[in-house]
């Protein structure tokens, strides 16, 4: 079905670390696993006044949020025709992708659905861009595992599911394919969404596991509604909980992570969401094998 939730929280605390990583890293191949569509119309509803519509208005509204109002994120979406006074326009993380690395990337796009892809390759069509772009449709835990066999450092790979440890019919989760990138030296970013504490405690423990005595080590933060429970989803503002863990990054990388990190927990910590308290916490979560 057609992704729905863009500009929400779980796309603000993914499109902006991710546009720092692509500028800074500056990787000539671009690879994401579950891309959805480049542009949106952006319309107001209680998510997204939660989401990318919160984060404008209080950046705007004040200084002290300094690294997430010169983030390339706002820059991109600021300088879009028609976004100046009001979003009315909003970019997926193929559209970013595509304006970071216009001068310089070749482009892997894959989805399990036809519509997004070939709304991809519309769009880059009109922005002379389709001779760099490969599309992919299918399962991305099997279609990328071979795709990225050879590549190394030059590579960035955007894993973005929600559930990363539902196995496949070879056995094979998105949390597979992370570990599978980051041991061939890909820079790699993983996103994933979760409802309660219960699973975000889990979700840990598994990639604790899943690491056994490797020696990957992993940088993560999780944000997450302050009154979220241990099995029931009392507000959810388009997802309860989400994190990302990086991984062969660099240092400056990793520093901006945590700084947009900082200022987006005192942005939303007087938030609310249909009339109900909803502060984000942050988590920072580092494991080694």
């Keep these: 079905m057609?992704?729905?939730h863009y500009g929400e929280i779980g796309d603000v605390w993914k499109h902006l670390p991710?546009?720092?990583?692509?500028?800074?890293?500056?990787?000539?191949?671009?690879?994401?696993?579950?891309?959805?569509?480049?542009?949106?119309?952006?319309?107001?509803?209680?998510?997204?006044?939660?989401?990318?519509?919160?984060?404008?208005?209080q950046v705007s509204n004040s200084d002290r949020y300094v690294?997430?109002?010169?983030?390339?994120?706002?820059?991109?979406?600021?300088?879009?025709?028609?976004?100046?006074?009001?979003?009315?326009?909003?970019?997926g993380s193929p559209g970013l992708a595509l304006e970071i690395l216009k001068d310089r990337g070749q482009f892997i796009f894959c989805d399990i659905e036809a519509d997004p892809l070939q709304n991809i390759m519309d769009y880059v069509r009109q922005i002379h861009l389709d001779n760099r772009v490969k599309t992919v449709q299918g399962d991305s835990k099997?279609?990328?595992?071979?795709?990225?066999?050879?590549?190394?450092?030059?590579?960035?790979?955007?894993?973005?599911?929600?559930?990363?440890f539902e196995k496949n019919a070879n056995d094979r989760c998105y949390f597979d394919l992370f570990i599978r990138a980051i041991n061939r030296g890909i820079k790699t970013m993983l996103w994933y969404g979760y409802e309660t504490l219960k699973e975000q405690k889990e979700m840990h423990a598994k990639m604790r596991e899943a690491l056994g005595n490797s020696d990957i080590e992993l940088l993560g933060i999780d944000f997450y509604i302050e009154g979220i429970c241990d099995s029931v989803v009392e507000v959810n503002p388009g997802v309860p909980g989400c994190g990302i863990m990086i991984a062969n990054l660099s240092g400056p990388s990793f520093?901006?992570?945590?700084?947009y990190a900082n200022e987006l927990e005192a942005i939303y910590q007087?938030?609310?969401?249909?009339?109900?308290?909803?502060?984000?916490?942050?988590?920072?979560v580092n494991l080694k094998g």
């Design 2 to 4: 057609p992704y729905s």
């Design 18 to 57: 991710l546009c720092f990583f692509l500028t800074e890293e500056k990787p000539t191949v671009n690879i994401e696993s579950n891309s959805a569509y480049p542009i949106y119309r952006l319309n107001q509803t209680d998510e997204r006044n939660y989401g990318v519509f919160h984060l404008f208005e």
């Design 255 to 259: 520093e901006k992570f945590k700084q």
């Design 270 to 284: 007087n938030a609310w969401y249909q009339n109900k308290p909803a502060r984000l916490k942050s988590v920072q």
């Design 67 to 91: 690294n997430i109002e010169s983030s390339p994120y706002l820059q991109i979406l600021k300088k879009i025709p028609g976004n100046q006074e009001t979003l009315q326009t909003y970019l």
């Design 142 to 164: 099997d279609r990328l595992w071979h795709e990225i066999e050879n590549m190394g450092k030059e590579t960035f790979l955007h894993i973005d599911p929600y559930r990363i």
